[in-house]
């Protein structure tokens, strides 16, 4: 079982839509939970993190972590064809031994 | 402000050659990384470094080796090519250690595939 599981989607919704992406963790020492987006041909790049349990709202970005289902959740409003994008989560622990663990990413779509 | 670059974008090995995928940052962090990018996978760490002369392994080091000799360059070389090495690989930095919450700077990666 991997550390962190994520549905590769892809996930195609109208322009304006909420979109709702989701990963869950097995490892209960994660304590920083972020979402990186990757457009296609590009790296990765930081675009929420939130540190233990609650919610984080970024302009129409929304992150939430659920520590005690092991669960975190980015939801996108109004959404944009230029949220198409590949959406990763990221978790990481607090000793210096761990490191941050990807999950396999969603590619998702907006479509005009 | 160039950030992380890393180079060739593309590459073609014939099984068994040898390379160097190179990466420098100019934003003077202690932590750089490389991870390898493969369908269904996400991302997976190959080796890291805490600072100039200190490097470790990460999660699928083999057929990897890795040297930092300054701050801003972190030189990743393939030993002896194999199919299994195609993939995209990134380089990464950051200016806090690895497990914690801070912001990890990507390269725009590297494409590379073994024939």
């Known amino acids: 079982q991997k550390e962190v599981e994520q549905d590769p989607g892809p996930l195609s919704v109208p322009e304006g839509a909420i979109v709702s992406l989701n990963c869950t963790y097995s490892?209960?020492?994660?304590?920083?939970f972020m979402w990186y987006r990757q457009y296609s041909r590009k790296g990765p790049e930081l675009l929420m993190y939130?540190?233990?349990?609650g919610n984080k709202e970024d302009g129409r970005f929304t992150a939430q972590v659920d520590k005690s289902s092991k669960y975190i959740s980015l939801f996108i409003r109004d959404s944009q064809p230029s949220d198409s994008a590949t959406y990763l989560c990221?978790?990481?622990?607090?000793?210096?031994?761990?490191?941050?663990?990807f999950g396999s990413g969603t590619r998702l779509s907006i479509r005009p | 402000n160039a950030g992380v670059t890393q180079t060739p974008k593309f590459q073609v090995l014939k099984t068994g050659q040898s390379m160097t995928l190179q990466c420098a940052q100019d934003m003077n962090h202690e932590y750089m990384s490389w991870y390898r990018q493969d369908p269904g996978m996400g991302l997976r760490l190959i080796h890291y470094s805490v600072g100039a002369g200190i490097t470790d392994q990460g999660e699928v080091p083999n057929g990897y080796n890795v040297s930092r000799s300054t701050t801003e360059d972190f030189p990743l070389r393939l030993l002896s090519a194999a199919p299994s090495q195609t993939s995209v690989y990134f380089c990464?930095?950051?200016?806090?250690?690895?497990?914690?919450?801070?912001?990890?700077?990507f390269g725009e990666g590297s494409w590379l595939t073994v024939v």
């Open positions: 990221a978790m990481g622990g607090y000793s210096s031994a761990s490191k941050i663990i």
């Open positions: 939130t540190y233990s349990s």
């Open positions: 990464a930095s950051s200016d806090r250690a690895l497990h914690s919450g801070n912001t990890i700077y």
């Open positions: 490892n209960s020492a994660f304590q920083y």
